[in-house]
């Protein structure tokens, strides 16, 4: 039997209710006489796949999950390639847009810049302290693609929340979403009498350093078993509060890291998959980014350790890697830039700035290129099938998110290159049939790896997230293809093995842990790998 039941306003006066509660029994008669689980879950996905548009179908999950979290995750679980796109990427794109438009009932924690000096007090009235074990914390001042959404960035933070649960088996009574309002620089929500946040343009950055600095002081008192996800700040934030927290608390950036380990991990089996067409020696790979924001630079500090990893020195690393940025290549000559573009800044280019990417590529020939720009199509035809002229299998990774910010499109990627691309993208695109075969395009998201992170740091408790442990996930993902995935040409898993891979990147997070002394449960230390593997698996929360 199934509780379908939990209104949520009563007399007229919102009651605080933040989902999900324990179903509390249902007197008989208060529900239909046959209301059976297997049942009334086909009947939920017939309502769902009802509706048309999948921002509808967004809001009536939302409201499944309110009304019978139970059955939301078990449909999530069961449908995982269906219901992903919905619940997350890129469909929380529109509802993070509409925010302020669709919401219905409170979900999560808003810390307001008017609450500074008592948010300790605000977070105590979270409704499940003791349970909480992990918080996903947007500031909205970079959603996706999609730039400063204020308040409205609280689907993020719901739906990464929502993955732990499907793709790690958190329990979700431990989840809190978290949005802090420092106001918007949105002129279009200031401008809406529906807008949900503060009515303000963003307060300074130092003014919100001090507030981040009480928020995660206050965190590590009132929740002393949590784990932070910093999740789209922009960049000038995402590095600042990363940089000036990460020794202190245990948290982590999952733009930068999370992305840029998933984004290894795809890289690693790309460039397996393209040196064997090539010859060519894996580490002679050349990787030409679009983007050098925070996720952008995030990825390219990461991939440096695919050629470490491979016996190279970190310079050697540093010269495979090349940016560019809205201004063209960046090298050191062009003049002044943005601290976190200095390292990979080019020496041993000199002439006038170089902007247009069909010369780019033409000068740098590189084996991959990757694009966090949120420019749609900058991955036009050209660029493409430049890209295939220097390569037998060029790696093209359109990483921008949601899909209408992509640089080009898996199909358009096949057709340029007669089906030879190596292709991974940040939201998800249809599978192609070419020449008779089917090609499956990758999807280079942190969903692939934040879940197994959070739940490798949680088991061990652990006091930090170490680079080390982020590198770990990423070899866990990379290692976790079946020979059938292999056989498909796959270079990361199928999203619906979302438990065993996050399972397995669990063991890899707590044993790179144990091994740098960051872990608090040490008892861990004793289990061999099977047995660690075991206790993982039987932590894990699973629906009726
Ligand atoms: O949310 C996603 O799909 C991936 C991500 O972190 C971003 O694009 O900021
Ligand atoms: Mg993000």
Not at 52 to 64: A, C, G, H, N, T
Not at 170 to 195: A, E
Not at 349 to 374: H, N, Q, R
Request: hydrophobic share 40%; charged share 25%.
């Amino acid at each position: 039997m199934t509780v379908v039941i939990t209104p949520s306003w009563s007399n007229g006066v919102q009651k605080l209710k933040v989902a999900p509660q324990p179903p509390a029994p249902i007197p008989r008669g208060l529900t239909p006489p046959v209301l059976e689980n297997t049942v009334h879950k086909t009947r939920c996905l017939a309502q769902l796949r009802s509706k048309d548009q999948d921002l509808e179908k967004y809001i009536y999950l939302s409201q499944l999950k309110d009304a019978d979290h139970s059955m939301f995750y078990r449909i999530c679980l069961d449908h995982m390639a269906e219901i992903t796109p919905l619940i997350y990427t890129p469909t929380v794109g529109d509802a993070c847009l509409r925010y302020s438009h669709i919401y219905r009932r409170p979900e999560g924690l808003f810390i307001s810049i008017q609450d500074k000096g008592k948010v300790g007090s605000i977070l105590r009235n979270w409704p499940r302290i003791n349970d909480a074990r992990i918080a996903v914390v947007t500031d909205g001042s970079r959603i996706l693609g999609l730039g400063d959404l204020g308040v409205n960035g609280m689907p993020i933070s719901i739906g990464k929340l929502s993955l732990y649960v499907a793709g790690a088996g958190i329990r979700p009574q431990s989840t809190v979403p978290i949005c802090i309002d420092v106001g918007t620089d949105n002129q279009k929500f200031l401008d809406d009498p529906l807008y949900l946040g503060l009515r303000q343009r963003r307060v300074p950055q130092e003014e919100m350093h001090e507030l981040m600095e009480e928020f995660l002081h206050e965190m590590s008192v009132v929740f002393p078993d949590l784990l932070i996800q910093f999740e789209d700040f922009s960049t000038d934030k995402a590095f600042a509060f990363l940089s000036a927290f990460r020794d202190k608390y245990p948290l982590f950036n999952d733009d930068i890291q999370g992305t840029g380990a998933v984004v290894l991990s795809g890289f690693m089996n790309a460039a397996k998959l393209s040196s064997a067409a090539s010859g060519r020696p894996l580490t002679d790979h050349r990787i030409l980014f679009l983007g050098a924001g925070s996720a952008g630079v995030g990825v390219a500090q990461q991939l440096t350790s695919y050629f470490k990893l491979l016996g190279l020195s970190e310079e050697e690393a540093r010269e495979r890697i090349y940016l560019v940025d809205s201004q063209g290549l960046i090298y050191d000559e062009r003049g002044p830039m943005a601290e976190h573009k200095k390292y990979f800044s080019r020496k041993d280019y000199t002439g006038e700035p170089m902007k247009d990417l069909v010369e780019i590529v033409d000068y740098v020939k590189p084996t991959a290129i990757l694009g966090l720009s949120t420019i749609k199509s900058a991955f036009n035809k050209a660029v493409v099938e430049r890209m295939a002229a220097h390569n037998a299998r060029p790696i093209i990774f359109p990483l921008s998110n949601p899909v209408r910010l992509s640089e080009c499109e898996f199909s358009e990627a096949v057709e340029w290159t007669n089906g030879k691309v190596i292709f991974a993208s940040g939201s998800p695109f249809p599978e192609q049939e070419y020449e008779g075969k089917m090609l499956y395009p990758g999807q280079g998201n942190n969903m692939y790896v934040f879940p197994g992170i959070g739940l490798g740091s949680i088991l061990s408790r652990a006091s930090t997230i170490t680079d080390s442990m982020i590198e770990a996930a990423s070899l866990g993902l990379a290692n976790s293809l079946t020979p059938e995935e292999h056989a498909d040409g796959l270079i990361y898993p199928r999203i619906s093995r979302i438990r065993d891979i996050s399972g397995q990147i669990a063991l890899s997070v707590i044993r790179e842990a144990q091994k740098q002394g960051v872990d608090r449960s040490t008892d861990l230390r004793q289990l061999d790998d099977d047995a660690l593997l075991e206790h993982i698996k039987a932590r894990m929360w699973n629906p009726l």
